[in-house]
C-alpha cells in the first residue's frame, strides 16, 4: 500500500471528528458523545502512526527500533475496546449494568495493553519493519506473543461488535438500523483483516511465506473498515439532522415568492426584522413563518373575496383540480392586496372574506406561495384588479 492509502482515511475520519466537534463541545458530558469522537479519533490515529513514513519517523525520534509496532497495536487495541464501549452506551438498558460492561471491557483492554508494552520489551526486535513486522517476527519469543494477543484482542471485539449491531439491526428501523448495518459490515472487514494477518503468522510457524495476506490485502481491508465505522456509527446521529435541515431549507426556499410579495406591501417595515446571519436555518424559518403571517395579518383589510373568486373559476376553467384552483385563487387575492396596500387605496373589498377563509389563508402558506411563483393566473387576475380600483380612486374626486 501507498502511504496515501494510509494518510487518505486519517483524513477522512479527522473530517468526521469535526462534524461531531460542535456535539462534543455543546454536550461534553454525555458518555455517548464523547465515546463517539474517541473512536473516530483513535481510528485516525491508527492510520495515522501505521504509515510507513510515521512509523520510521517515530522509530527514529525514539531511537528505538520497531517502536512503532507496540505504539500502533496499542492504539488499535484501543479503538477496539472503545467500539465495543460505545455500542454499549448506544443500545443503553439499565445504568448498573451499562456501569457494569463497561467497566469490564475497559480493563480487559486495559490488561492488554499492558501486555503488549511487556511482551515488547521482553522481546528483541533488533531490525526496523516498517511493512512486515508481523511476519517478520512471527517467530521472535515474546515479539511472537505480541502480535498473537493483538490479532485476538482484535478479532474478539470485531466479532462481539458485529453480533451485537447483528441482533440489534434486527430490532431497529430508520437511520439507526441503517447505521448498524454499515457496522456490520465494517466490522467484518476488520474481521477478516485480523483473519488475514493471523493466517500469514501462523504461516509463517510451518516455514511457508503468505506474507502478501499481511502487507498487501489486510491494509486493504482495513482502509475499507474505517470508514465503515465512522459512517455507522455518524449515521443514526447525523442522518436525522440532515433530513430535517434539507426540509426546513426547502419550506424556507418555497415560502420565498410569499414571504417577498408580503414584504413588498410594507418595504420600510421587514416583516420578521433583522435576522442575524449566524441564525440556523431553523430559526430563519420560523422567523419567515411568523413575518407571513403578521404580513397576512397587515395586509387583511384589501383582502377581497372577488378577486380569489375570478381566480379560482379561471383555474377551474383550464382544467385544474378543486384544490389547485383555490391556492391559485387566494395567492391572486393576496397579491391584488398586496398591491392596493402599497398604493394606499381605500380599505374597502367588494366581498370581504369569511373567516373560514382567513383561517384557511393562514393555514396553507406553502400552497399559496407555490401558486405565487408559477400561475400566470394569478399574476393576470392580480394586475388586472390592481389597475380596477386605481381608475376608480382617479375618478371620485372629479
Given at each position: 500500500?501507498?502511504?496515501?492509502?494510509?494518510?487518505?482515511?486519517?483524513?477522512?475520519?479527522?473530517?468526521?471528528?469535526?462534524?461531531?466537534?460542535?456535539?462534543?463541545?455543546?454536550?461534553?458530558?454525555?458518555?455517548?458523545?464523547?465515546?463517539?469522537?474517541?473512536?473516530?479519533?483513535?481510528?485516525?490515529?491508527?492510520?495515522?502512526?501505521?504509515?510507513?513514513?510515521?512509523?520510521?519517523?517515530?522509530?527514529?525520534?525514539?531511537?528505538?527500533?520497531?517502536?512503532?509496532?507496540?505504539?500502533?497495536?496499542?492504539?488499535?487495541?484501543?479503538?477496539?475496546?472503545?467500539?465495543?464501549?460505545?455500542?454499549?452506551?448506544?443500545?443503553?438498558?439499565?445504568?448498573?449494568?451499562?456501569?457494569?460492561?463497561?467497566?469490564?471491557?475497559?480493563?480487559?483492554?486495559?490488561?492488554?495493553?499492558?501486555?503488549?508494552?511487556?511482551?515488547?520489551?521482553?522481546?528483541?526486535?533488533?531490525?526496523?519493519?516498517?511493512?512486515?513486522?508481523?511476519?517478520?517476527?512471527?517467530?521472535?519469543?515474546?515479539?511472537?506473543?505480541?502480535?498473537?494477543?493483538?490479532?485476538?484482542?482484535?478479532?474478539?471485539?470485531?466479532?462481539?461488535?458485529?453480533?451485537?449491531?447483528?441482533?440489534?439491526?434486527?430490532?431497529?428501523?430508520?437511520?439507526?438500523?441503517?447505521?448498524?448495518?454499515?457496522?456490520?459490515?465494517?466490522?467484518?472487514?476488520?474481521?477478516?483483516?485480523?483473519?488475514?494477518?493471523?493466517?500469514?503468522?501462523?504461516?509463517?510457524?510451518?516455514?511457508?511465506?503468505?506474507?502478501?495476506?499481511?502487507?498487501?490485502?489486510?491494509?486493504?481491508?482495513?482502509?475499507?473498515?474505517?470508514?465503515?465505522?465512522?459512517?455507522?456509527?455518524?449515521?443514526?446521529?447525523?442522518?436525522?439532522?440532515?433530513v430535517f435541515n434539507w426540509r426546513t431549507a426547502r419550506t424556507y426556499r418555497r415560502l420565498g415568492p410569499l414571504w417577498?410579495?408580503?414584504?413588498?406591501?410594507?418595504?420600510?417595515?421587514?416583516?420578521?426584522?433583522?435576522?442575524?446571519?449566524?441564525?440556523?436555518?431553523?430559526?430563519?424559518?420560523?422567523?419567515?413563518?411568523?413575518?407571513?403571517?403578521?404580513?397576512?395579518?397587515?395586509?387583511?383589510?384589501?383582502?377581497?373575496?372577488?378577486?380569489?373568486?375570478?381566480?379560482?373559476?379561471?383555474?377551474?376553467?383550464?382544467?385544474?383540480?378543486?384544490?389547485?384552483?383555490?391556492?391559485?385563487?387566494?395567492?391572486?387575492?393576496?397579491?391584488?392586496?398586496?398591491?392596493?396596500?402599497?398604493?394606499?387605496?381605500?380599505?374597502?373589498?367588494?366581498?370581504?372574506?369569511?373567516?373560514?377563509?382567513?383561517?384557511?389563508?393562514?393555514?396553507?402558506?406553502?400552497?399559496?406561495?407555490?401558486?405565487?411563483?408559477?400561475?400566470?393566473?394569478?399574476?393576470?387576475?392580480?394586475?388586472?384588479?390592481?389597475?380596477?380600483?386605481?381608475?376608480?380612486?382617479?375618478?371620485?374626486?372629479?
Open positions: 500500500m501507498d502511504s496515501s492509502d494510509y494518510y487518505i482515511p486519517t483524513v477522512a475520519l479527522l473530517i468526521g471528528l469535526a462534524v461531531k466537534l460542535p456535539g462534543l463541545v455543546k454536550d461534553w458530558r454525555d458518555p455517548l458523545i464523547r465515546t463517539v469522537c474517541l473512536v473516530i479519533a483513535l481510528g485516525s490515529a491508527g492510520f495515522f502512526f501505521a504509515a510507513p513514513p510515521t512509523i520510521a519517523a517515530v522509530n527514529q525520534t525514539t531511537g528505538i527500533a520497531n517502536f512503532s509496532s507496540p505504539l500502533v497495536y496499542s492504539i488499535i487495541s484501543a479503538f477496539s475496546a472503545f467500539c465495543l464501549l460505545l455500542i454499549v452506551h448506544w443500545r443503553g438498558g439499565p445504568p448498573e449494568y451499562v456501569r457494569r460492561v463497561s467497566r469490564r471491557w475497559q480493563a480487559g483492554y486495559f490488561l492488554v495493553v499492558i501486555a503488549l508494552v511487556v511482551l515488547f520489551v521482553l522481546g528483541d526486535a533488533p531490525v526496523d519493519r516498517h511493512t512486515d513486522f508481523d511476519t517478520y517476527y512471527a517467530t521472535t519469543p515474546f515479539i511472537r506473543e505480541m502480535i498473537v494477543l493483538y490479532l485476538l484482542a482484535h478479532m474478539t471485539a470485531a466479532l462481539v461488535t458485529t453480533g451485537l449491531c447483528w441482533r440489534w439491526a434486527l430490532q431497529v428501523r430508520g437511520w439507526l438500523r441503517a447505521g448498524l448495518w454499515v457496522l456490520v459490515v465494517g466490522w467484518l472487514l476488520n474481521l477478516t483483516f485480523s483473519g488475514l494477518k493471523l493466517a500469514a503468522v501462523a504461516a509463517r510457524w510451518t516455514g511457508q511465506d503468505w506474507g502478501v495476506l499481511s502487507t498487501t490485502l489486510a491494509p486493504l481491508l482495513s482502509a475499507l473498515a474505517a470508514p465503515c465505522a465512522t459512517v455507522g456509527f455518524l449515521l443514526p446521529l447525523v442522518g436525522p439532522w440532515t417577498r410579495e408580503l414584504s413588498s406591501a410594507s418595504p420600510r417595515t421587514p416583516l420578521a426584522g433583522r435576522i442575524p446571519w449566524h441564525s440556523s436555518l431553523y430559526v430563519r424559518l420560523t422567523r419567515r413563518e411568523a413575518g407571513i403571517q403578521d404580513g397576512l395579518s397587515l395586509i387583511r383589510p384589501w383582502l377581497d373575496g372577488a378577486v380569489r373568486s375570478r381566480a379560482q373559476t379561471a383555474a377551474e376553467a383550464e382544467g385544474l383540480s378543486v384544490g389547485e384552483a383555490a391556492h391559485i385563487g387566494r395567492a391572486a387575492m393576496v397579491a391584488a392586496a398586496v398591491l392596493a396596500t402599497r398604493q394606499d387605496l381605500p380599505a374597502k373589498p367588494l366581498i370581504p372574506p369569511e373567516h373560514a377563509e382567513i383561517r384557511t389563508l393562514h393555514a396553507v402558506p406553502l400552497d399559496v406561495s407555490l401558486a405565487l411563483r408559477t400561475s400566470e393566473i394569478a399574476a393576470a387576475v392580480r394586475e388586472s384588479s390592481a389597475a380596477s380600483p386605481a381608475e376608480d380612486g382617479e375618478k371620485s374626486p372629479a
